[in-house]
């Protein structure tokens, strides 16, 4: 089944400690993208990458690292996760980014 | 600054009537524009797209309408059912000047009344 799988689903946390949330697809897309969706604001973009080993800053990158090592996986990295990180993340995938994005079923983030 | 607005967060309509979803943005780069459907617990789904040399999509239902002079499109959903409550965010893209990210908007919530 064509899927894009995060883990984990739940996660809380406290202030400072680094965390990773994984996302991996199995459609052999070139395009990943990770997304926060806060009330009032919408989907907004943090990262996304083209391909292996090309990342690019979105509208909301600052506190977020990511990494495009192989084609399927594209983890969102928190150094030093602060409470305004708080929120419901989600990895999508494309062929490309006209292309309809397939989203992850999202991971809600506490950070106390 | 909000480049895709969804002016409306929630819109409720009676079981058979039509729908209609609306979203401006303020980007005139911006070339192709999709909408996305959400429910609860879930991961958006993509509903329909559209790309700027048309001016109207069809699939089923479903049908999006693009007013460029404006910068506005619309989501009609004919006859509206049930299962149409949710979430619907619009997207817009601009890879006509090399920019490959995805702006969303800030959603709207349908509540299809029985």
């Known amino acids: 089944e064509a899927q894009v799988t995060q883990n984990p689903r739940y996660l809380i946390t406290v202030t400072g400690k680094k965390l990773t949330v994984t996302c991996s697809q199995n459609?052999?897309?070139?395009?990943m993208s990770w997304y926060r969706q806060d009330p009032g604001l919408g989907l907004r973009q943090i990262y996304y990458s083209m391909n292996v080993e090309v990342t690019d800053k979105g509208d909301v990158p600052e506190g977020y690292k990511v990494s495009r090592k192989e084609k399927r996986n594209f983890p969102l990295i928190l150094e030093s996760p602060s409470p305004n990180q708080t929120s419901l993340y989600f990895c999508?995938?494309?062929?490309?980014?006209?292309?309809?994005?397939?989203f992850g079923s999202g991971t809600q983030l506490s950070v106390l | 600054d909000q480049q895709v607005k969804q002016n409306s967060p929630s819109l409720s309509v009676q079981e058979g009537r039509i729908s209609i979803l609306n979203c401006d943005y303020t980007n005139s780069m911006f070339d192709y524009f999709l909408w996305y459907k959400k429910y609860p617990a879930e991961g958006p789904t993509f509903l329909i797209s559209?790309?700027?040399?048309?001016d109207k999509n069809e699939d089923g239902r479903f049908t999006v309408f693009l007013n460029k002079s404006a910068k506005h499109l619309s989501l009609h959903i004919v006859p509206s059912q049930p299962g149409d409550s949710a979430v619907y965010f619009c997207a817009a893209s601009g890879l006509g000047f090399g920019n490959e990210k995805l702006t969303f908007g800030t959603g709207t919530r349908l509540t299809i009344i029985p």
């Open positions: 559209i790309s700027s040399i048309k």
């Open positions: 459609m052999n897309h070139e395009y």
């Open positions: 999508a995938s494309s062929v490309g980014v006209v292309e309809k994005l397939f």
